[in-house]
């Protein structure tokens, strides 16, 4: 059997000195012909290999070089270097496949987020993707766990949709015709019945709108999967196509919808720092390095790990959306123009404003409620003022928005008014509007970015950085 092998977390784990065991991974450091630092992507930590003097040919010395991949063989001994506790004194070595020295782009030195991008498909191998990939998986499994406990049913809503009411952002658009001719109507435009579906598809902006349908059996439901958004947003919160937790609930209104998102992100959080502890120390050390560069009113009040003890331990702010507005027009910053947009009541606040309420006047994740109908979705409950809707973000510091939620409108006929005032075909939505014709529930659901959560936990500062092979503007390689 080829796979007899320990990984090293549960080697480092465990109390194997004296005993003999073979470890795989790929080389990081080999220094004096003698100690390979060797990582399997376990752990962080690499395990040290120590290969006696004589006991290799020079050909195989030469051999192992960084990126380089090998099996060894040996006996578990307790280490005399300092920070770990068990090497492995090697007996038998194999190299099962070169990495060309020269050629290979990673070197055992510090390398920027920049440089690393366009070396995607290698840079899981360094500590800094390796932490992040490890805590990504960490928070997806623990968002399954969080779910599954309270009974919420896991539904998987399609990838391709022919609804286009989302209104979320633009579309992808999905077809199969040639584009270089492809069949038209009488009046020029193209004949989507000849399609593949037989009619206009995209790749999905949201899995709401089906969420709901499932809702209103299971009462509780989410989904996570991919999105899609063609914004030409080249931001640093922005990608083109990104996962979404979409957790929907009949029987809830706004307040339980704001109480579920708010133990949902403290649930996830603490399950990373339970689990992924090491991971979460080597990310901020990382992050508070990366912030001695900074001028001093630039750098975070706190460490990565205070930060998500105290996003953990405290309760997040709630206010609606006309008192965070009074409080951004009695603001020092206001004052002194210090804002590039406007403020006034029923802008959709810009990411600046999101972040000076978080960041410099509360100083904690703030919920806002009940924002001006204009600018938010067609679905969202109307409230008895006939100015605002029941909906809520969640804005994190460093973030902005990480939450997007609200109550549904759970009346027929208000709801296909606002569909009416918004020209939203009513007809075409026939569907959606049947789960309001038999046995309609006041429900509520929200919607979060899964690289947002990750981009908060880890401290990385670019949305790049926390997926494996970003899509992003003029970007799709690998
Ligand atoms: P933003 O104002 O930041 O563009 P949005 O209002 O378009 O967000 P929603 O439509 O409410 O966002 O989507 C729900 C959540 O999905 C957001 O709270 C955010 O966490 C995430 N999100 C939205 N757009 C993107 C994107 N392009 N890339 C990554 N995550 C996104
Ligand atoms: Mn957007």
Do not use: C
């Amino acid at each position: 059997m080829f796979n007899k092998r320990v990984k090293v977390k549960d080697l480092l784990a465990s109390e194997a000195t004296g005993q003999e065991v073979t470890v795989m991974g790929w080389v990081r450091t080999f220094r004096n012909n003698q100690f390979i630092a060797l990582n399997d992507g376990s752990t962080n930590n690499n395990l040290q290999i120590v290969v006696e003097l004589g006991m290799l040919d020079e050909n195989t010395l030469k051999r192992i070089t960084t990126g380089a991949s090998l099996k060894v063989t040996g006996e578990a001994v307790p280490s005399l270097g300092k920070g770990q506790k068990m090497e492995i004194k090697a007996r038998s070595l194999e190299i099962l496949g070169d990495s060309d020295a020269e050629k290979f782009p990673l070197q055992p030195k510090k390398h920027s987020l920049e440089f690393l991008r366009e070396i995607a498909h290698l840079r899981f191998r360094t500590n800094t993707f390796g932490a992040v990939f490890r805590v990504r998986h960490a928070l997806a499994f623990a968002i399954h766990q969080f779910f599954n406990e309270k009974g919420f049913v896991y539904i998987h809503t399609p990838i391709v949709t022919a609804s286009d009411a989302e209104g979320a952002g633009e579309m992808f658009r999905v077809t199969t015709l040639p584009f270089d001719n492809p069949p038209r109507n009488e009046d020029g435009s193209i004949n989507f019945k000849e399609d593949f579906f037989g009619r206009s598809t995209n790749l999905t902006v949201s899995g709401q709108l089906e969420g709901e349908l499932a809702a209103m059996a299971f009462s509780e439901i989410y989904t996570f999967g991919p999105t899609f958004r063609a914004e030409n947003s080249n931001t640093a919160r922005h990608l083109a196509e990104f996962w979404m937790i979409e957790p929907e609930m009949a029987f809830y209104d706004l307040e339980d919808n704001m109480n579920l998102a708010e133990e949902f992100i403290k649930y996830i959080i603490r399950y990373a720092m339970e689990h992924n502890r090491e991971d979460l120390d080597f990310l901020a050390q990382r992050l508070a390095e990366e912030e001695k560069a900074l001028p001093q009113d630039k750098r975070s009040e706190m460490g990565l790990i205070e930060k998500l003890e105290f996003v953990m331990n405290n309760n997040f702010e709630r206010i609606t959306y006309t008192e965070a507005i009074d409080i951004l027009l009695n603001s020092p910053a206001y004052k002194k123009k210090k804002f590039q947009y406007e403020v006034k009541w029923g802008i959709d606040m810009q990411s600046e404003h999101e972040r000076y309420l978080v960041e410099k006047h509360f100083k904690k994740p703030v919920i806002v409620t009940n924002y001006p109908k204009e600018i938010k979705a067609f679905y969202m409950r109307q409230n008895d003022d006939g100015k605002t809707v029941a909906a809520m973000d969640i804005l994190a510091p460093g973030i902005g928005e990480i939450v997007g939620g609200s109550q549904r409108e759970e009346r027929l006929e208000r709801l296909t008014e606002r569909m009416k005032e918004m020209h939203i075909p009513v007809e075409e939505m026939w569907w959606y509007l049947d789960t309001r014709r038999f046995g309609s529930v006041p429900h509520a659901g929200f919607g979060l970015g899964f690289e947002r959560m990750v981009l908060f936990v880890t401290g990385m500062t670019n949305i790049r950085d926390v997926i494996a092979f970003p899509r992003t503007p003029k970007n799709a390689e690998f």
